[in-house]
């Protein structure tokens, strides 16, 4: 029977990983119809060994019991075997106070070794499984969300790309309009000039628009203005350099 057809998995899908020397006594359940391979987890007595089962079969999830000393370093050497398998701290009544540091550094959940049955092992390795796909899920939907936002953003920015070159090409056809019309009504060159200043300033939002006539001088090339729209402020009458 495949694990994905039993409804439930197996013990024997999860490996037990005990680096004490303090026997753990887990009492055996009424056998009766249980299947066979379905009551005890895979058991790993050393890292070394804990790390070639990893190696060679894909478990759901690891319980691991060690010292204090040790707990930390073991769970990471595991993690980084088996990223994707959830963790299960197996502690004692003195090592309780690792029991928040281990939630928030690699362990799914935490079990107590105090009255411990397959029945509880079995539970605690479910709820590792579950809050493990739960935060699967959660990064999954943290990076989706941070791509759809990355995407909206650039629809933001095309956006605002397009509407300002509606609005600059809008601009030059109506400008284009005005100097067209305003060259027909325009009496001599002065005033089609000055008409012509008139529309760049009222039309593109420049403050001054000015044009002037090259002369040869003793000193060289010169400009000379001609006329102007728009706000002037005293530009004109200072030597064009």
């Known amino acids: 029977m495949e694990a994905e057809d039993r409804g439930m998995p197996y013990l024997s899908d999860f490996l037990l990983f005990d680096n004490t020397d303090d026997p753990l006594y887990i009492p055996a359940p009424n056998p009766s119809g249980a299947q066979e391979g379905a009551m005890a987890p895979t058991i790993a007595h050393d890292l070394h060994e804990a790390l070639s089962r990893l190696r060679e079969t894909s478990f759901q999830a690891v319980a691991c019991r060690a010292s ?9 050497q595991i993690r980084e075997t088996s990223p994707g398998t959830p963790l299960v701290f197996l502690f004692d009544r003195s090592q309780a106070h690792l029991v928040g540091p281990c939630l928030q550094s690699v362990f799914e ?13 079995g539970g605690a390795f479910r709820h590792a499984v579950s809050r493990r796909l739960a935060h699967t899920e959660r990064l999954k939907a943290g990076t989706a969300l941070s791509e759809a936002r990355l995407e909206v953003e650039s ?13 600059s090409a809008s601009r030059a056809f109506a400008s284009m309009e005005e100097i ?32 002037a006539c090259p002369r040869e001088t003793p000193e060289g090339l010169d400009l000379v203005p001609l006329t102007h729209a728009g706000e002037e402020r005293g530009f004109l009458s200072k030597p064009l350099e």
């Open 68 to 76: 204090s000393e040790e707990i930390f370093d073991l769970a990471r």
């Open 155 to 167: 629809h933001r920015k095309a956006y605002r790309r397009i509407s300002d070159d509606l609005r």
């Open 109 to 121: 959940t935490c079990l107590c070794t105090e009255g411990l049955s397959l029945v509880t092992l």
């Open 180 to 211: 067209n019309r305003l060259f027909s009504h325009a009496t001599d060159e002065m005033e089609a000039i000055r008409n012509f200043c008139r529309v760049l300033v009222k039309g593109h939002g420049y403050r001054m628009a000015w044009s």
